[in-house]
């Protein structure tokens, strides 16, 4: 079985045939497996991308796979006044920009202060982070004038996922981090899926606390070992479905 899907990117090729799929990424097509009965056994090695049900699947789940398989970013979320999009290489340089402002690493951890070394860590976190979970921290623009001004998203931990977030020095104080990580929590929510969300803070940070405290977080009294306050923002729902698996 060899199917087309028109994208508006390209096309995209699903097929349940393994070696026909190798064939086809050796000349650089943009192509998926769909996993049956028949080759659920196989051996899946080197593929990077296999998906199931494709009946359930719309045209928006193309659209991402494909990006995914070209190596573009997803754009995840808009509000009011900003967009947030899977990072990128191209990001690090301006993430520097950011992360020079003293008030901005004052209760975080710092950027690798080899610049190449960064640029391999944001690689292999598009690579594996956003390859298999399909989420994680993303980069935040500015609607009207596409500046990047920080950061936000959840990433996997074993109790369930963990709210980040860092914005600007010129645009904090602004309402930017309540807009954003209301509608990170809304989306995962929504699309993903969670059982908890969680976030530690610096005890003397007292701004994010009292943005977690707006947020509906409240103190789980755990401390881990370099000090950080746990929140927590209990909630249940169904199990995000992944219909793509990385």
């Not at 051996?43 to 296999?50: E, K, L």
Request: glycine content about 10%.
């Amino acid at each position: 079985m060899l199917k087309e899907i028109a994208t508006d990117y390209g096309i995209l090729f699903l097929t349940d045939e393994i070696e026909l799929l190798r064939e086809m990424e050796k000349r650089g097509e943009k192509v998926a497996l769909v996993v049956t009965d028949a080759n659920r056994d196989m051996d899946f090695s080197g593929i990077s991308y296999a998906v199931e049900k494709t009946e359930e699947l719309e045209q928006e789940d193309f659209e991402r796979l494909y990006r995914r398989l070209a190596g573009l970013p997803w754009d995840i979320l808009e509000t009011s006044r900003c967009r947030l999009r899977e990072m990128t290489v191209a990001d690090v340089d301006r993430l520097y920009e950011i992360y020079e402002d003293a008030s901005v690493t004052k209760f975080m951890e710092d950027l690798y202060e080899d610049r190449e070394k960064e640029r391999k860590y944001v690689e292999d976190y598009c690579k594996y982070i956003y390859g298999f979970y399909g989420y994680g921290i993303w980069i935040i623009e500015e609607k009207s004038s596409g500046e990047i001004i920080g950061r936000a998203g959840v990433e996997p931990r074993e109790e369930g996922v963990e709210l980040g977030y860092v914005i600007a020095d010129a645009w904090q104080h602004r309402g930017i981090a309540f807009e954003v990580c209301s509608a990170v929590l809304k989306y995962i929510r929504k699309d993903i899926g969670w059982e908890k969300v969680i976030c530690r803070v610096h005890p003397g940070n007292k701004a994010s606390i009292g943005l977690l405290y707006k947020l509906g977080f409240c103190r789980s009294g755990k401390v881990d070992g370099e000090g950080m306050m746990e929140f927590e923002l209990p909630g249940s729902g169904e199990e995000g479905q992944k219909k793509i698996h990385g």
